[in-house]
């Protein structure tokens, strides 16, 4: 059996194996099916991971180009991931020395820039369009604070599809029995990524790092395509911003703190320019990993 080098990263704690789109896995549905499994998968700090980045960079290109391919422990491609793309634009700047990086993915292309303090991702315009989203056709209009399967949700699209609800208390809820029936729901024919928010109160729960920040949630997602909780969802982040301006929670441009159980990020969706995603990405450890014979 052959071996490939693998990198691990992980932004707030959403966990990547990194690879070069040009390394010799011929069958990336069952390496990641295989070294992503939390018990039996890659071992670290925590065993297996939520993904695996193929990534393919173009270091000539000025910014230079990364295109990202996210293959899910299901076997799946995601069309974007927020905290993968943080990871990804870490990666080509530790390769080239660039700042700047452009993701190409199957979403769209998605600017990078990495600084010190973090690095921030711009994650496209949010849209409630049942198209984009998608929703089955003969749902007809925006899916806005309905019922599906006993969850009051709102869909949006940002880059893959979330339907946000917005509880007391994200800790209340039992996720992994609330989530599955909402996303595989009929109105969602290509499922869904199911989010759940609850409001802080800034001034209840101060903290270091968070300058400017004008409004607060806590957040915790149920990820399509790993089938269960992550502890963090860039994506999902961002359609939490988004829903709470659609549906008159949030009034505000200014920068939006949300924090899943993996870290804090730092969300941004202006009214009509593209959302942006900050957060902190951090390099783990590099393994000799098995390629499963296709
Ligand atoms: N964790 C990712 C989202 C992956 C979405 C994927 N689970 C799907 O839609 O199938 C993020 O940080 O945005």
Known sequence: MSTVTAEKYHGTANDFLVLPADAPVTDRAAFARVHCDRETGVRGERTGADGVLFLDLDSSATPVRVTMTLVQPDGSIAE???????????????????????????????????????????????????????????????????????????????????????????????????????????????????TLASRVRLDDDAREGAPGQTAAFRQRTFERG???????????????????????????????????????LVIVVPDDEPATLTGPVEYEFEDELEVPEA
């Open 226 to 264: 790993v089938e269960g909780e992550t502890m963090a969802c860039g994506t999902g982040a961002v359609a939490i911003v988004a829903a709470a301006k659609r549906t008159g929670r949030l009034d505000t441009e200014g920068p939006v703190r949300v924090s899943p159980p993996g870290g804090d």
């Open 80 to 194: 974007m991931c927020g905290n993968g793309a943080r990871v990804t634009a870490v990666w080509a700047a530790r390769a080239t020395g660039a700042r700047e990086v452009v993701i190409e993915t199957p979403a769209g292309d998605r600017h990078a820039v990495v600084q010190s303090e973090g690095v921030t991702v711009e994650m496209g315009h949010p849209s409630f369009d049942p198209t984009d989203v998608p929703l089955v056709p003969d749902h007809g209009n925006q899916l806005v604070e309905e019922s599906v399967e006993g969850l009051t949700v709102t869909a949006v699209d940002t880059g893959v599809p979330h339907a946000v609800a917005f509880v007391d208390d994200v800790d209340d809820v039992d996720l992994p029995n609330v989530a599955p029936p909402v996303r595989h729901a009929d109105v969602f024919p290509e499922g869904a990524n199911v």
